[in-house]
């Protein structure tokens, strides 16, 4: 049923996208539900004036196949609302992303959004972020090595992800991503802080103080939750 929940949550998420609005399209499993739900209001009438801004390349193209008027963030450098999905959720929304390898769009479209909502089944739910998931970290391909060495030091156990064909996995941005499995974080602001410093680190999976609202899709509908 996990399918079924992802799209009753990102279609929840839709009702909150009114006609006129910039819209940032998510890039992940469950965001896409999202899309696929917005071009549907789009084609029947129930929406309209509608500006899609994709957080991938993959997003961009699926939009504009499915009719969905695009705009980018130097013609509108704030959007209303941002509908995208999360690898884990803590009790207190923050999260961990980069799973689609899509973490440096979703973050930049995320830090000017007015409204980030997260649209997740419950298998996403986490006491403690890095419990369920490595830590994505994206990094130039010049300065991979150290980087790695660094989260290792960290603590991490770190791998670079690779493509089906055993090469570096290239991300739309031309970078490499080293997933960094931590166990649970015990201080996720302050390891986001330190990542931050890191001249190789071009984004990190941490989206800490971004999400507005998560919307969980279960057994019994759709639960809203809001930041604390």
Do not use: C
């Given at each position: 049923?996990?399918?079924?929940?992802?799209?009753?949550?990102?279609?929840?998420?839709?009702?909150?996208?009114?006609?006129?609005?910039?819209?940032?399209?998510?890039?992940?499993?469950?965001?896409?539900?999202?899309?696929?739900?917005?071009?549907?209001?789009?084609?029947?009438?129930?929406?309209?004036?509608?500006?899609?801004?994709?957080?991938?390349?993959?997003?961009?193209?699926?939009?504009?196949?499915?009719?969905?008027?695009?705009?980018?963030?130097?013609?509108?450098?704030?959007?209303?609302?941002?509908?995208?999905?999360?690898?884990?959720?803590?009790?207190?929304?923050?999260?961990?992303?980069?799973?689609?390898?899509?973490?440096?769009?979703?973050?930049?479209?995320?830090?000017?959004?007015?409204?980030?909502?997260?649209?997740?089944?419950?298998?996403?739910?986490?006491?403690?972020?890095?419990?369920?998931?490595?830590?994505?970290?994206?990094?130039?391909?010049?300065?991979?090595?150290?980087?790695?060495?660094?989260?290792?030091s960290l603590g991490a156990s770190v791998s670079l992800r690779e493509n089906s064909d055993?090469?570096?996995?290239i991300t739309d941005q031309g970078n490499w991503i080293l997933d960094a499995e931590f166990?649970?974080?015990?201080?996720?602001?302050?390891?986001?802080?330190?990542?931050?410093?890191?001249?190789?680190?071009?984004?990190?999976?941490?989206?800490?103080?971004?999400?507005?609202?998560?919307?969980?899709?279960?057994?019994?509908?759709?639960r809203h939750e809001k930041r604390p």
């Amino acid at each position: 049923m996990t399918e079924a929940h992802k799209e009753s949550s990102a279609r929840k998420a839709v009702e909150f996208v009114e006609s006129g609005m910039i819209v940032g399209l998510g890039s992940g499993s469950t965001a896409i539900y999202a899309v696929r739900e917005i071009a549907r209001k789009l084609s029947e009438g129930k929406l309209d004036g509608i500006l899609g801004v994709p957080t991938s390349l993959r997003v961009e193209h699926h939009a504009r196949e499915l009719g969905i008027p695009l705009t980018t963030l130097d013609d509108h450098p704030q959007v209303h609302l941002t509908i995208d999905g999360a690898d884990e959720v803590d009790p207190q929304l923050e999260l961990i992303k980069g799973g689609g390898g899509a973490l440096l769009r979703e973050k930049i479209v995320a830090q000017v959004s007015q409204r980030e909502i997260i649209v997740v089944d419950e298998t996403k739910l986490s006491d403690h972020l890095g419990t369920r998931f490595a830590l994505p970290v994206e990094v130039l391909p010049f300065g991979w090595a150290p980087e790695a060495a660094y989260l290792e030091s960290l603590g991490a156990s770190v791998s670079l992800r690779e493509n089906s064909d055993g090469e570096p996995a290239i991300t739309d941005q031309g970078n490499w991503i080293l997933d960094a499995e931590f166990g649970p974080i015990e201080d996720p602001a302050a390891l986001s802080d330190q990542l931050d410093r890191r001249a190789a680190v071009a984004a990190h999976g941490l989206f800490l103080g971004l999400a507005t609202d998560l919307m969980v899709g279960g057994r019994d509908g759709v639960r809203h939750e809001k930041r604390p």
